[in-house]
């Protein structure tokens, strides 16, 4: 109580602060666009699908299209559409008389967004509205955000709170359709999140993130298979209704000199799965001119699996909750890579489009190979391009 | 986990306070670099996509961090 006290006393000075000589920084008047694209590919033995064991091959092709329309300098609107087209050995299996091929789905998704800014006061708030669907799932969102940032620009405070409803259209494993039963085919995630980031001086700034996520609803995956050591029997994945998240997380960056930056992560996450993990980053992007810049990444992932996990035959029929998902398992995992980033001051190319000037302005590439110590590797290429109108 | 949640809640009041340098915003060339945002870049988005799917902990990086698929 008392802490709370203490910080209550330093928040409110902060929150209100006048800033009668600064002014928040205005929208450019220039449309932006970002068309992204990957490539995913994963390999393992460990399926939820067929009970923890089995391949876990799957491809996926990923793109999205972002882009900001500033209406005025307080005023802009953000729409955000993609689609993600996978094929999945695993999910194959969910019905072993269909044929060898894989499996393929695509998810589509869209997101519209608005920002008001009050460039006199530093505040920015705003809300979105997205929905997503896949063959068995669909999802409707909405969410608010506000930040306000003083102290001539150096500090921010900002909150978000979003909220997914949604619904599975559940496909159970063939031997199991006729009998299973699930309390619920709905879901719902609320999210609430704070940042607060400051700028510590002329070469570095950090920030502060918290956030708490709750979920409800069946938040097992229906074509999950759970096999048991006491009976010669299985039942779909069964997992509590309710899930609480909480990560916490710190990045500082710092800009050494005019060729090297350093880019660095930490978080500590928790829930009521019993999952406690630590993640930690580190990217050095480096200078090559002032249009060229490579940076090599590195991040380390290390959890505690959940209290419902087992692997491939050994939970007891008896239990409650249970899952062989090797996702929710203990685990340790390393991903590196490099991204490259092209950004000619004067852009790659020019043309005419609608009467409007369009500038291709840069393009960025990353690659990265993930390893699990539960088997699982995978490797991901993704590309960015940008465009100014 | 106490001290944890003490030290994030702490530290940013701290850093606050005693920040003796409020810069300027024609100081901040450096601050204002692209590869100096605090924020995810968005080419890393597909990257902590997957990792939200492949590992049980989300979240507290701009990315996905539960709903809108029907991933963990």
Redesign the interface.
Known sequence: MR?IA??VV?LIP?LTYSQSE?RMKGNDKAIDV?F?A?Y?Q?EGNNSAVEGGIGTEHLI?G?S?L?VNIPIDSAKSLQITVGADAYTSASTDMIDARMSSASVQDT?V?GNLGFTQKDLGKGLTYGGRV?F?N?F??T?I?GGLNFAKEW?????ELSFQA???I?Q?RPYFPIELRRTVTIPTNK???Y?L?AV????????M???????A?Y?TGLLS?PFHRVYFSDMNTLDIERLPQS?L?I?????F?Y?ISDRF?L?S?Y?????D?G?K?H?ASLEL?IKINNSI?I?PFF?Y?T?E??IYFAPYKTHLSTEQYYTS?F???T?K?K?MGV?FGY?PVYGLAHANLLNRQMSFKSI?F?T?Y?M?NTG?N?F?G???LQFQF | ?KN???L??????V???T?S?????Y??M??N???????QK??????SN??S?????????GGK??????C?
């Open positions: 802490l203490i910080i330093f902060i600064y970002n992204l990957s995913y994963q996926d990923a999205m972002i998810r998704y997205g997503s896949e068995d799932y999802s969102n102290n001539q620009g150096n500090t979003q909220a997914f949604d599975w879901r719902s995630s999210n999140s607060f980031s400051q700028v510590l001086n002329k070469q700034q950090i920030a502060i993130s918290a956030e996520i979920m995956t899930r998240k990560p916490l997380s710190v990045q960056n800009f930056i880019r992560y978080r500590y996450y928790e829930d799965f999952i993990a993640t992007p810049s940076s991040r992932h959890q699996g959940s998902d996702d929710l398992s685990l995992s991903h991204a950004y960025e990353r990265a993930y699990r699982l995978s991901i993704s590309v960015n | 986990m944890i949640i003490k994030i809640i702490i530290t940013p009041v850093l606050f306070v920040s340098c409020a810069v300027a915003p100081q901040k450096h601050i670099e692209k590869d100096m945002v605090l924020s968005k080419i890393v988005t597909f990257e997957f990792q799917y492949r590992e049980g902990a989300s979240g507290a990086n961090v539960g709903g809108g698929c029907g963990n």
